[in-house]
């Protein structure tokens, strides 16, 4: 079982930054590939971010690339998600997840537990 809280949200103007937090309470975190998510209101959750459990592969959607990283420190169990250069369209309800799949990172589906998600408030 993996529990996962984010944290971090936030209101911001846009062009600024946030960086969000989600540690995870299991035995075995290293071994967990770790994503992030976001659903904007009226709108399906989609695919922000992922990590492959050693942090040696990320992979970006294509909106969020070369302004978000994430990042993963294993001693802590936590992952990160550091945003810049944010957007107004970057507002949305943002959830880290966890699986153990190592294939099709980009998919809901194999991702087995979820927390309970942090808001990002982007302004013009």
């Known amino acids: 079982q993996v529990q996962l809280v984010e944290s971090g949200g936030g209101l911001v103007q846009a062009g600024g930054s946030l960086r969000l937090s989600c540690p995870a309470t299991?035995?075995?975190?290293?071994?967990?590939?770790m994503g992030w998510f976001r659903q904007a209101p009226g709108k399906e959750r989609e695919f922000v971010a992922a990590?492959?459990?050693?942090?040696?592969?990320?992979v970006y959607a294509d909106s969020v690339k070369g302004r978000f990283t994430i990042s993963r420190d294993n001693a802590v169990n936590t992952v990160y998600l550091q945003m810049n250069s944010l957007k107004p369209e970057d507002t949305a309800v943002y959830y880290c997840?966890?699986?153990?799949?190592?294939?099709?990172?980009?998919?809901?589906?194999?991702?087995?537990?979820w927390g309970q998600g942090t808001q990002v408030t982007v302004s013009s």
């Open positions: 997840a966890a699986g153990l799949s190592t294939t099709h990172l980009m998919a809901r589906g194999n991702y087995d537990y």
């Open positions: 299991a035995r075995t975190f290293s071994r967990y590939t």
């Open positions: 990590i492959s459990w050693n942090g040696g592969n990320t």
